[in-house]
């Protein structure tokens, strides 16, 4: 184990945002750490986030962006963020519940009346699941983009958000609730089981374990690719969902000989904390958004004595000390700027240039992280690695995130908050980066904002602020059916769930 020596890097511009400014230590504490200092941040932060969703998702066909503002195709998890966006911008008053759910409504009977089917293009979706990118002309998959099985879920968070946020008795809000019930119950999720491929799993998959996607193409009625959710990542929500299915559900064996078959050996010692080890923290954070772990367990969780919610902060704060330690000596991490999970990133065109006299590795887009399984480090720092992470962590996450704004103003923080990554060790002016902006002192600044950066940020900063998202989905009862098919018990699961 690298010893924590709590090297402390040089990233930390002015509030100005001068982007050509020299870069120097970044303060311990200044005002804008203070209680009321993270207030103002985080309503700042929310307003922003929310306005991503709210003014970029197209409203006649209901396709939250990818990415923006390139905007090449629509992203269905984003959909999914943009669901849950609604609700949290209502309750928070930047818009009208009813201009709120009439965006809800809208989006649902798209999606209710996508068409869906075998056919390798003109359709959205097929066995009740979507297609990970849509074409943002008409809604119909993208490329050969896979049908997504955690893209779905994804959405299908946010379609339950929905179904359970918008409780009133008017026409608009009982429609929702039909809609909801309506594609979630469609999702027919024994078909993307592994018993249903003839090829086998080459990540330890078997039996009913659950692929990770279906091609059209690939042969006689399609195929299943090669990997299934297998061992501990985001894919929790995956299982939770299909076993809370009311028409089409697995049952408890998938799940172990699925996703929670191999848990011990992804259980390690990182940086001084014991949790199951994933290196991008989006592995740690996409079920969180919708699934109040606090104080819930199943058979694996109850063996180690917490929770899935203290295993992600537990990742969240080893993130941290991998930054304060800094073993690869790139330029600008600290305790106060540090974040590690899937972006965008400057280039490959750089690769051996020096940076601290070490030849380096640039990427561009890659599932960034560190764990004791692998280090995935190109000097990118990515906020809502750290943002995602705030209802984990606030005490840690919310400095880190007002310290990246301190350092960059304009360049990272935009009308819609965060863009998607920096890299201060990238200088490399006379090599550019088609993904973003290069400036010889400061570095590189992503181009686009994501949507599946977005989501978290907004989510778990507003689970952090009132638990609203958490709150809500504890009274959604296919949640609840699919957590405790699952074996969990605990916590809010022993109060009586709704009638």
């Not at 917490?306 to 305790?335: C, H, K, M």
């Not at 965008?344 to 764990?371: H, I």
């Amino acid at each position: 184990m690298i010893a924590i020596s709590l090297r402390i890097a040089l990233l930390a511009l002015s509030l100005s945002g001068c982007a050509s400014a020299p870069l120097a230590a970044p303060r311990a504490a200044t005002d804008a750490s203070t209680a009321l200092g993270q207030a103002a941040f985080a309503e700042d932060l929310t307003k922003r986030t929310f306005a991503y969703f709210w003014e970029t998702t197209d409203t006649e066909r209901c396709l939250a962006p990818d990415r923006w503002p390139s905007n090449p195709f629509s992203s269905i998890a984003a959909t999914g963020f943009a669901l849950t966006a609604y609700g949290i911008g209502a309750e928070r008053g930047y818009v009208s519940r009813e201009d709120a759910a009439a965006r809800t409504l809208d989006c649902l009977e798209f999606y209710w009346n996508a068409p869906q089917g075998p056919a390798v293009e003109g359709v959205s979706g097929h066995k009740g699941f979507f297609y990970h990118f849509l074409k943002n002309a008409d809604g119909t998959r993208f490329g050969n983009t896979e049908l997504s099985t955690v893209d779905t879920a994804l959405l299908l968070g946010g379609v339950l958000f929905s179904q359970s946020y918008f409780d009133r008795d008017n026409p608009t809000e009982a429609a929702i609730r039909d809609l909801a019930e309506r594609i979630y119950a469609r999702v027919d999720w024994t078909f993307v089981q592994r018993e249903n491929s003839a090829i086998p799993s080459a990540n330890g998959g078997s039996g009913k374990a659950i692929a990770m996607g279906w091609y059209p193409e690939r042969g006689a009625g399609g195929d299943f690719g090669t990997h299934d959710w297998v061992g501990y990542n985001e894919g929790m929500l995956v299982y939770i969902l299909a076993a809370g299915s009311p028409t089409h559900p697995i049952g408890k064996e998938a799940w172990d000989t699925g996703w929670a078959a191999n848990l011990e050996k992804d259980w390690a010692s990182y940086y001084g904390y014991e949790f199951l080890q994933f290196e991008p923290l989006f592995g740690h954070q996409y079920s969180h958004v919708w699934v109040d772990f606090r104080g819930i367990q199943d058979e694996f969780m109850a063996s180690k004595g917490i929770d899935y919610f203290e295993n992600s902060r537990r990742a969240t704060l080893s993130q941290r000390a991998y930054g304060a330690d800094n073993p690869n000596d790139w330029v600008g991490y600290s305790d106060q700027l540090w974040g590690w999970t899937a972006s965008d990133g400057p280039t490959a065109a750089a690769n051996g240039r020096e940076v601290n006299g070490q030849p380096r590795t640039f990427m561009g887009y890659s599932a960034r992280g560190v764990s004791a399984e692998r280090v995935v480090d190109d000097g990118t720092i990515v906020p809502t690695a750290a943002g995602g992470s705030i209802a984990f962590a606030p005490e840690v996450t919310l400095p880190a995130l007002m310290n990246m704004r301190a350092a960059y103003g304009e360049r990272l923080y935009t009308r819609y908050g965060f863009k998607d990554a920096f890299n201060p060790s990238y200088v490399f002016v006379d090599v550019g980066s088609r993904s973003g902006t290069v400036d010889a002192q400061s570095g590189w600044v992503a181009r686009d904002h994501l949507g599946i950066d977005q989501g978290p940020i907004l989510a778990m900063l507003e689970n952090h602020r009132s638990e609203l998202v958490w709150r809500t989905m504890r009274k959604n009862p296919h949640v609840r059916r699919g957590l405790e098919r699952l074996g969990f018990t605990g916590g809010w699961l022993e109060q009586p769930g709704p009638k």
